[in-house]
């Protein structure tokens, strides 16, 4: 079935370090993906998506292309903030509409 | 965003009572989502539901089970909770199956002592 694998956090930077998350993807087809962001104490929200091959989804900063060739979806970032301190979480929908799930990464910015 | 607000917040119950989480929306979403989220495992989805009275089961669906008799309430039940239940719960929506983004509420903790 697919399967989406993110890098094992956390992950620990200092403001205004560059940030990459790896995701990377098993799926039949070319499905839809996204980031979600948890911040401390909330529920889940979409941070970007990409729906096709060579898409880039941006938000707040963050940014992601959808590489078929090597089936990636990684997030990155310039230059962080404090206040990008959460658990992000790598997803595909799959052919049935529902979301596939990676373990999420805790990111952790440090002043 | 969608209004969907969880009840309890918090929760400790003992083994083998039965637990029952609350999830409402004001976005009148045809599907609503139930998932626990433990560390090293992401979100699983427990049970889903796509209308009113129409609901099927996610890959971790064992021991719980769900309620839809209105399209903004869907209940989460542990029949007869057990320690490995222990986790966070969020409840999730969206508009149509097609709509990709989810909306979620802020979630349970959920111990079991």
């Known amino acids: 079935g697919d399967s989406v694998t993110q890098m094992e956090g956390p992950v620990t930077l200092s403001e205004e370090a560059f940030l990459t998350i790896n995701c990377t993807y098993t799926?039949?087809?070319?499905?839809?993906l996204f980031w979600y962001v948890q911040y401390p104490g909330e529920g889940l929200q979409l941070l970007l998506k990409?729906?096709?091959a060579d898409d880039k989804g941006s938000n707040k900063g963050f940014e992601a292309t959808y590489r078929k060739e090597t089936t990636s979806f990684h997030l990155e970032k310039g230059s962080v903030q404090v206040s990008d301190s959460a658990v992000y979480f790598c997803a595909l929908i799959d052919s049935n509409y529902q979301l596939i799930w990676g373990a999420g990464t805790k990111l952790i910015i440090k002043p | 965003d969608a209004g969907i607000t969880q009840s309890p917040r918090h929760k400790v119950t003992e083994t083998g009572t039965p637990v029952t989480l609350r999830c409402h929306q004001t976005e009148n979403h045809r599907y609503m989502y139930w998932y626990r989220q433990d560390p090293g495992h992401g979100l699983r989805l427990i049970h889903y539901s796509y209308g009113v009275k129409d609901t099927d089961k996610g890959e971790v669906s064992d021991g719980y089970s769900v309620s839809r008799s209105k399209t903004e309430d869907f209940l989460l039940t542990l029949e007869s909770a057990t320690s490995s239940q222990t986790s966070v719960y969020f409840c999730a929506s969206r508009p149509g199956q097609s709509n990709e983004k989810l909306f979620f509420g802020s979630g349970t903790q959920l111990s079991v002592l």
């Open positions: 990409a729906t096709k």
């Open positions: 799926a039949t087809g070319y499905p839809s």
